[in-house]
């Protein structure tokens, strides 16, 4: 089975601009979360989707949306860029979300540097 | 709320056997991964407790105690590919708001 994939893997914006962030999850997958990592505040989550409905949404402003499609690919997008939102954002996918057992897989990431 | 901590940083030796500790305060719990993500990369999953005690794979083990919201991740036998960060992360109940929430993470140094 291939793995999560996230396109594209690096981008560079400057800031005011915005940014669309793809996600595919392994095949099978219907659980998508998303995951914003830098040095000093570690994984932080975004957000997480489950059949096309955003389940749960973390601490972040509403300059960060996302959406899930039927096919369960899911995009984020980031508005009026700042400084601070340069990071790698990692999206996770896992089967269901019943089992509390199911683990999440990682995709490679896409590295975001605003200038 | 969730609360995790981790050493920041640790380093060991080629061939020695290291503990990374994780403890955590939670409102309730539905088990503990553990994940190792080399500089650059996607973390990748390790481990899984649920139930207290050990659980060994190959070189590596996870320990759990749910009364004292504590973990450890031991590394035997370390290679300098084990050069990574490790993350612990708690899956929460599931009314909490997110399905996992990681420590900040232990950057484990290898050296020959």
Redesign the interface.
């Known amino acids: 089975k291939a793995g999560v994939t996230q396109t594209p893997r690096y981008l560079i914006k400057t800031r005011g601009q915005q940014v669309t962030l793809s996600c595919s999850p392994i095949s099978g997958h219907r659980s998508v979360s998303w995951y914003q990592q830098t040095p000093g505040q570690g994984l932080q989550f975004l957000f997480e989707y489950f059949s096309e409905t955003q389940r749960n949404k973390g601490n972040f402003p509403g300059r960060f949306s996302g959406r899930q499609f039927s096919n369960s690919r899911s995009e984020m997008n980031v508005s009026t860029l700042e400084l601070g939102d340069s990071a790698l954002y990692l999206c996770a996918s896992s089967p269901t979300r019943g089992s509390a057992a199911d683990t999440q897989y990682f995709g490679p990431g896409t590295r975001l540097t605003v200038l | 709320g969730q609360n995790i901590d981790q050493p920041t940083e640790m380093t060991a030796t080629e061939g020695a056997i290291v503990q990374i500790n994780c403890t955590y305060q939670t409102s309730g719990f539905?088990?503990l991964?553990w994940?190792q993500q080399h500089a650059g990369?996607?973390?990748?999953?390790l481990s899984?407790n649920?139930l207290d005690g050990l659980e060994e794979k190959g070189r590596f083990s996870s320990f759990l105690s749910r009364s004292k919201g504590y973990s450890y991740l031991l590394l035997k036998e370390l290679q300098m590919k084990d050069s990574a960060s490790y993350?612990c992360a708690v899956?929460p109940p599931?009314n909490y708001?997110?399905?996992?929430?990681?420590?900040?993470?232990t950057r484990l140094s290898v050296l020959p």
């Open positions: 539905n088990g991964f994940y990369e996607a973390p990748t999953f899984y649920v993350l899956r599931d708001g997110q399905n996992f929430v990681f420590g900040p993470g």
